[in-house]
């Protein structure tokens, strides 16, 4: 019962350019989500979250944006670096905050 | 300076035997969690403790035995292992209940021949 999903297991992007990594989830309780990002043999390093009151929230090069009716939330990285690419993971959690639902990952590719 | 660590970062053993694999944070954090990473790459939490106590038990086998001898510290127990054990498993901290980062640990490979 998979209720974070990432349908694109994988994504190549030409550096500079927009990377679009998107994340659907199932439980209308989620009201917390949060993007992490992993490089191979270590653990995931968080990177951005959004709650449900807003719709969008940005840091740096990165910006989270939420659609609570298509239970559906993005993460655009602009301008993509070679150093961006890595699997990224979107969780999701109900307000305690303890329990967090993870998808499988999209591995990105910054192309040089 | 590690902030979560695990050891060991490999551990290939025999279906049956029994293992243990340590987490420790350095962070002050009350918080620690045990998350299992399966061949799938899906992300499971599988326990929570908050100053060392049991808050979260996800549906796991009775073989895996979470300890906490003290809040920096969650170490996880595994009796006769078997082969659907193999997978990734971190170590994750969080400053406490209601707070939604969490910082992992590198994982620990185990996997059962």
């Known amino acids: 019962d998979q209720q974070v999903k990432q349908n694109s297991p994988s994504l190549s992007v030409q550096e500079g350019r927009i990377s679009i990594l998107n994340c659907d989830y199932t439980?209308?309780?989620?009201?917390?989500f949060l993007w992490y990002k992993k490089y191979p043999a270590e653990g995931p390093t968080f990177l951005i979250s959004?709650?449900?009151?807003?719709d969008k929230n940005e840091d740096g090069r990165f910006t989270v944006f939420l659609n609570k009716s298509a239970k559906h939330l993005s993460l655009h990285i602009v301008p993509s670096q070679p150093g961006d690419s890595a699997v990224y993971f979107c969780?999701?959690?109900?307000?305690?905050?303890?329990?967090?639902?993870f998808g499988t990952g999209t591995s990105l590719t910054v192309i040089p | 300076d590690t902030a979560v660590s695990q050891t060991p970062k490999y551990l290939v053993t025999q279906m049956g035997n029994d293992k243990s694999i340590k987490c420790e944070q350095n962070?002050?954090?009350?918080?620690m969690y045990w998350y299992k990473q399966d061949s799938k790459k899906f992300l499971k939490i599988m326990f929570s403790?908050?100053?060392?106590?049991?808050?979260i038990n996800e549906t796991v086998p009775n073989r895996f035995s979470p300890k906490s001898p003290d809040k920096a510290h969650l170490n996880l127990h595994i009796n006769s292992l078997e082969l659907g054990d193999s997978a990734v498993y971190f170590c994750?901290?969080?400053?406490?209940?209601?707070?939604?980062?969490?910082?992992f640990g590198p994982g620990t490979r185990l996997t059962v021949t």
């Open positions: 969780a999701a959690s109900v307000d305690t905050g303890n329990q967090f639902y």
């Open positions: 439980n209308s309780m989620f009201d917390y």
């Open positions: 994750a901290s969080s400053l406490g209940q209601g707070s939604y980062e969490q910082y």
């Open positions: 962070l002050g954090h009350d918080t």
């Open positions: 959004i709650s449900s009151i807003k």
């Open positions: 403790y908050n100053n060392k106590e049991l808050i």
